[in-house]
């Protein structure tokens, strides 16, 4: 019988072959990522081959639709749960439904569901369902994949510990501008391949191994690999540590330099926020002329960076970024822990694009759903991983009115909009990670952000809303418009606005208190 993969060019048999009566998951950030795996799966299966698909929470012909016509198995049956309250429990039930069915022996199945659904399982309860499938498979000759879809990071670990009992885990992501697959272990007919990372490309809807991967390492001089040319500012006023290290006052004198460099250390100062651009540039130049050896490394000396300027020096080239008030013996021994490495970013062809892709839309504030839903189409669409967003669905307590809540929220950074829709209040933040969510809400709101919404729910990707209530949605009234726009308008307006005018007083000198 010939041998089931996912297909993926020029991965190795060992890294994508299916065995006979395995349970292998397979975790994506986005859905449609997810739709691709599934439809270059299934395309690969041949004639005499009978197949499976469930979707929950989509149509499985959207999957389907694209397939060549003389492309995949000789029995394919399709299943949906379209009701989102129905898919837990179709979820735990997937077995039992599937003997309902009478699937074929040696069938090959194909579960697609989003993280948001089976995240809260415990591992128990993980370990019970898969432990059910597994007998069910076994008696049968079938084969599972299970494409999970959506950023759930306690449930990869919780499947992480069940590699007894699973077949195969791996994760595709997006990343850096590039498309990054995570082989955590995989058994098949050939043997137990674990802890392997392979970057992929996406041709003609299909993932393949990048060029890079494909071609052999190229041949680098590595006879400046202990050499250090370094602007002086970054040491705070100490000497050069031996005569390997080479100190410039001016970063041009050093850029210059390290132009002819193939593996030393080019140490630079950032010192304004207003240079990132520009050092980007100059660094993607020098990336793409010197090659992966050579280690960049940008020190900032004044707080000036922000989470979307570090990615953009890192995919232009920067193998690290020193924060600011990081002392100088923490630094060399940052420096020290380079040495060696090679950048493992994908190198971008057109500089302007990836900015165009990390630079925020020109709206801010409180927007219409339709603009607001167009517009993280727009932003989710030209994403391609460099930076991570949060968009977020939040709950106003009972007790405040629309006008009450939103004139507690003040929304400066252009790419943060937000949009009321059915009771809810929906935010976007752009270039804002996870870990950083709580301060930034607490930036925005003017009393505490838990005194004004009693439920905070996070959605991985715009695919997460129900996009026709956004577009059938009326336009807000004029009036909740101008509470909004109190926080972003000019402020001497918002105030006189708000009916609040400064006046000059005088008060009273007493005597101190003895």
Known sequence: MSQVTLAIRHLQDEQICLREAGLYWVALDQPADANLIARQFLSALQQTHAATLTCCGQDPATVVDSMASDAGPGALRMFSVPDDAAIRAAFNAFASDLSRINIRQGSYLVLMLAASHVENLSGGQLRHWIEGMRQWLNERACTLLVLCHGQAPALHERLLALNEDISGLAQLYRRDGGICYQLNFWHSEMGVCAAQAFDLVLENEVFGLSVTQLSSPPQTRTDDQRIYLTQRSVLEGAPPLSEQWRLFEHRDDLLDQATRAR????????????????????????????????KIIVREMEPCLRYRDERLLLACGANLIVPFKTPLAHFLSLVDSVQGQTWRHRQVANVEMLFDRLRPPAQRGLLAPLAFITTLDQIY?????????????????????????????????????????????????????????????????????????????????????????????????????????????????????????PQRISLPLSEPCP
């Open 263 to 294: 593996a030393a250390s080019v140490i630079m100062a950032l010192e304004s926020n207003q240079e990132v651009e520009l050092l980007a540039r100059r660094l993607h130049a020098l990336r793409e002329r010197c090659g992966v050896a050579l």
């Open 381 to 501: 669409g030209s994403a391609s991983g460099e930076v991570t967003h949060q968009l977020l669905r939040l709950r106003p307590r009972g007790d405040l009115d629309i006008d009450q809540y939103l004139n507690q929220i003040t929304l400066r950074r252009f790419g943060d909009i937000a949009c009321v829709l059915d009771g809810y209040f929906y935010l976007f933040l752009f270039a804002c990670r996870a870990d950083g969510l709580e301060p930034a809400l607490g930036n925005i709101c003017r009393l505490p952000w838990r005194d004004i919404f009693s439920v905070i729910t996070p959605l991985s990707t715009v695919d997460d809303l129900t996009r026709q209530a956004f577009l059938d949605a009326p336009h807000l009234s004029e009036a909740h418009r101008m509470a909004s726009e109190q926080v972003t308008d000019n402020l001497v307006q918002a105030i006189a606005r708000a009916g609040y005018i």
